[in-house]
């Protein structure tokens, strides 16, 4: 493939946190290199995130502002660090001050910057307006294209991905598996712990295990409660890494997850996802990408969407939006698993009546004599 000389040739994207917007990324990098192989991809952020772009052929820049990296002169640092890898653009998919510091610092340097556009505006007319007939508006992946597009590429929206086999951290799978996340950073979009307790007894009473993602501290106590309480239910913190998680992920039949980062996990692994909405709404573009509609949860509140990010303290003071009944969670996960079994009977029946059609003797065909005869060509 021929690629015009006015594109760059080697692109820094930065993207420092948070972690679900970084596990977006990768989708829009993986539409940019099908499109544009030869084009070199670094990627500014923090080492923690680099599982996120497993089978993904770009290289990274490590972020440390707490470190040789803090400051005005540890962000020019930061930016030397990356001309001398031969940079010539700037995608600033994060659009934070520090990150707009260094693409401002390679722009002295003569680089070529882009910029992402967050909607906010549009974002914030959404803001306590429930309308179910609303259009969504653009997803935050579509929004890391257009940074790219801006820098001269041309490529179409990414395909979701698909499922491939990853290995299993916890051995062989008997029986169907099922992820819980109900934790989040912002407490708009934390599922109430009375009922994920509920959430996770049924859960567990009706599949064979039933694992709790979950960070430290108090989330990582409540998570070893449930499996102390549940024989089948598994507390995933301190058990394995993030590139293991992503690899149990891979394995799930199906993971609850809040509007939060095991979603987009699970986007990146193809994964079935019911996904659990309170102060935020899937319309505002962070769904996880190439995840259903049909597999939200939330509420229709005339308060809902309070919050763009869900760090808006509710005016109520309850967080009523997230008092979903366990009962609306179990059913949704119950679809997604019944959807799977009858997917994977037609696959099966067709795989079947292929190989009875693969059975069957070919059809003779007359022989053909002229100038056709064993020319391969179609009979006159």
């Given at each position: 493939?021929?690629r015009?000389?006015r594109?760059p040739?080697?692109?820094?994207v ?6 679900g ?8 990098l ?8 030869d ?7 923090r080492?923690l995130?680099?599982?996120?772009f ?11 502002y707490?470190?040789r990296?803090e ?11 990356a001309?001398?890898?031969g940079v010539d653009?700037?995608a ?20 070529r910057t ?7 505006v549009?974002?914030?007319?959404r803001?306590?307006?429930?309308n179910?007939a609303a ?21 179409p ?10 290995p299993?951290?916890?051995g ?6 099922i992820?819980?996340a ?12 009375k009922?994920?307790?509920k ?18 501290g ?18 995933l913190w301190?058990?394995?890494r ?7 992920i891979?394995?799930l039949?199906c993971?609850v997850s809040?509007?939060?980062l095991?979603?987009h ?8 996802v ?7 709404h899937?319309a505002l573009?962070f ?12 509420l229709?509140?005339p ?6 990010y869900?760090s ?6 309850d ?5 979903i009944?366990?009962k609306?969670?179990?059913e949704?996960?119950?679809a997604v ?10 696959a099966c ?14 059809e ?6 002229g100038?056709c ?6 009979e006159?």
């Amino acid at each position: 493939m021929v690629r015009k000389s006015r594109l760059p040739r080697h692109i820094l994207v930065i993207r420092n946190s948070a972690m679900g917007d970084v596990a977006m990324l990768p989708h829009a990098l993986r539409a940019l290199l099908r499109r544009y192989p030869d084009v070199h991809v670094t990627v500014l952020t923090r080492p923690l995130f680099k599982p996120f772009f497993f089978g993904l052929n770009v290289d990274f820049l490590d972020a440390d502002y707490k470190g040789r990296h803090e400051g005005l002169k540890g962000l020019w640092r930061l930016a030397a660090e990356a001309r001398a890898c031969g940079v010539d653009a700037v995608a600033d998919v994060h659009g934070v001050l520090r990150s707009r510091i260094i693409a401002l610092f390679l722009r002295l340097r003569g680089v070529r910057t882009a910029r992402i556009d967050k909607g906010r505006v549009e974002k914030w007319f959404r803001l306590g307006f429930s309308n179910p007939a609303a259009v969504p508006l653009k997803h935050t992946v579509i929004r890391y294209c257009d940074v790219l597009r801006r820098l001269g590429f041309e490529f179409p929206n990414p395909r979701p991905i698909k499922r491939c086999v990853r290995p299993n951290p916890f051995g062989e799978k008997n029986g169907i598996w099922i992820g819980f996340a109900p934790f989040s950073a912002q407490q708009g979009k934390n599922y109430p712990l009375k009922l994920a307790a509920k959430a996770i007894k049924m859960l567990s009473e009706r599949y064979n295990r039933v694992f709790i993602h979950s960070g430290g501290g108090d989330e990582a106590a409540f998570a070893e409660e449930m499996e102390r309480a549940h024989s089948n239910v598994t507390a995933l913190w301190g058990r394995v890494r993030l590139d293991g998680e992503l690899d149990l992920i891979a394995n799930l039949d199906c993971i609850v997850s809040m509007d939060s980062l095991a979603m987009h996990m699970a986007s990146l692994v193809a994964s079935p996802v019911v996904s659990v909405w309170g102060a935020t709404h899937p319309a505002l573009g962070f769904l996880g990408y190439g995840c259903s509609f049909d597999n939200v949860v939330q509420l229709d509140l005339p308060c809902r969407p309070c919050s763009v990010y869900g760090s808006r303290e509710c005016k109520f003071g309850d967080y009523r939006c997230m008092d979903i009944p366990p009962k609306m969670i179990i059913e949704s996960v119950a679809a997604v698993i019944e959807r799977q079994t009858v997917s994977e009977k037609c696959a099966c029946s067709e795989g079947q009546a292929e190989t009875r059609a693969d059975d069957r003797e070919p059809e003779r065909r007359p022989e053909v004599s002229g100038p056709c005869a064993g020319s391969g060509g179609e009979e006159p």
